[in-house]
Nanobody, 125 residues
Framework: QVQLVESGGGPVQAGGSLRLSCAASGRTFTTLVMGWFRQTPGKEREFVAA????????DYADSVKGRFTISRDNAKSTVYLQMNNLKPEDTAVYYC??????????????????WGRGTQVTVSS
C-alpha cells in the first residue's frame, strides 16, 4: 500500500506562486509514476501534470503549460508542483496520485491507483 500526503496549499493572489509537495511512503517511490490532479465542486477530477519514475519525462495539461512545473526527489520520496502566475481558474483541491504501470501516458485519473487526500488552493483576483 502507498500513502500520499500533500502539503503547501492555501490562499494566494492572482499572479502569485505556490509550491505543493507530496510525500510518499509504503512502497519504493521509484516504482511509481507520479501525477497531480485537481478538482472543483461538481466537476470531474482533471489532469494537471505527471512525471515518470526517473524524472526525465513530464507531461502537462495545456491549461498549465509554461506556468506549472512538476519535479520529484527520489531520495526524499517526494513529488512537487511549482505553480507560478496563478489564476483564479486554478482554484481547486489538488491531489497527488501514483501509478505503477505505464509512463506519463496515459494521463487519465482512472489509471492511478494511489491518491492523497488533497490540498486546497484558492486564487483570488
Amino acid at each position: 500500500q502507498v500513502q500520499l500526503v500533500e502539503s503547501g496549499g492555501g490562499p494566494v493572489q492572482a499572479g502569485g506562486s505556490l509550491r505543493l509537495s507530496c510525500a510518499a511512503s509504503g512502497r519504493t517511490f521509484t516504482t511509481l509514476v507520479m501525477g497531480w490532479f485537481r478538482q472543483t465542486p461538481g466537476k470531474e477530477r482533471e489532469f494537471v501534470a505527471a512525471i515518470d519514475r526517473s524524472g526525465d519525462s513530464t507531461d502537462y495539461a495545456d491549461s498549465v503549460k509554461g506556468r506549472f512545473t512538476i519535479s520529484r526527489d527520489n531520495a526524499k520520496s517526494t513529488v512537487y508542483l511549482q505553480m507560478n502566475n496563478l489564476k483564479p481558474e486554478d482554484t481547486a483541491v489538488y491531489y497527488c496520485a501514483g501509478k505503477i504501470l505505464g509512463t506519463v501516458q496515459p494521463m487519465a485519473a482512472r489509471f492511478y491507483s494511489y491518491w492523497g487526500r488533497g490540498t486546497q488552493v484558492t486564487v483570488s483576483s
